[in-house]
T-cell receptor
């Protein structure tokens, strides 16, 4: 596609429910990132995928959070047993290659509200 | 640990006035520095980046930033603000301990308002 696509754009859920957030990176981009944008915390790194390498999960805040990337393309971020503090905008980004100076392309995000 | 500080969570300027958004960083090694802009209901877009070479970096939409090692700063400027510049601006540094990829550490952001 022309850009990074995320779905849904908005998700409202009840505390304790599981949610799945989807990210479609730009075609051909090998690296994929998830970030969380929340009031008071700013933008936080969550997880990074590169090809078939083991992902860098160092930013995941708890074991309720997990992510996978199938076939080196689409990624799903899953939050189990959601809590109110999980309410945030979840941003996905991709880049053509993995390098420290590489430009990241961001999607518009999924606004998650946990009631 | 690397960190980024953006002075001023909100900045307001008149149309046609100078825009100055401040960013200071801490890094144990020569940094890679970025400015991203986020328009309402959109994802972040790269404005400009500094990696090596010339310390004055020009980006899109007339923005530029200067890397000053002695001041550990990377302030963003634009000579004349347009109404369309109203957005949130994020300064970021690439974590040198991030494993060779662009693991960005962001500042808290500065919301720029432009009034007629």
């Amino acid at each position: 596609g022309a850009g990074v696509s995320q779905s849904p754009s908005n998700k409202v859920t009840e505390k304790g429910k599981d949610v799945e957030l989807r990210c479609d990176p730009i075609s051909g981009h090998t690296a994929l990132y998830w970030y969380r944008q929340s009031l008071g915390q700013g933008l936080e790194f969550l997880i990074y995928f590169q090809g078939n390498s083991a992902p860098d999960k160092s930013g995941l805040p708890s074991d309720r959070f997990s992510a996978e990337r199938t076939g080196g393309s689409v990624s799903t971020l899953t939050i189990q047993r959601t809590q109110q503090e999980d309410s945030a905008v979840y941003l996905c980004a991709s880049s053509l290659i993995s390098a420290r100076n590489e430009k990241l392309f961001f999607g518009s995000g999924t606004q998650l509200s946990v009631l | 640990a690397q960190s980024v500080t953006q002075l001023g969570s909100h900045v307001s300027v008149s149309e046609g006035a100078l825009v100055l958004l401040r960013c200071n960083y801490s890094s144990s090694v020569p940094p890679y520095l970025f400015w991203y802009v986020q328009y309402p209901n959109q994802g972040l877009q790269l404005l400009l980046k500094y990696t090596t070479g010339a310390t004055l970096v020009k980006g899109i939409n007339g923005f530029e930033a200067e890397f000053k090692k002695s001041e550990t700063s990377f302030h963003l400027t634009k000579p004349s603000a347009h109404m369309s510049d109203a957005a949130e601006y994020f300064c970021a540094v690439s974590d040198p301990l991030g494993g060779g990829y662009n693991k960005l550490i962001f500042g808290a952001g500065t919301r720029l308002a432009v009034h007629p």
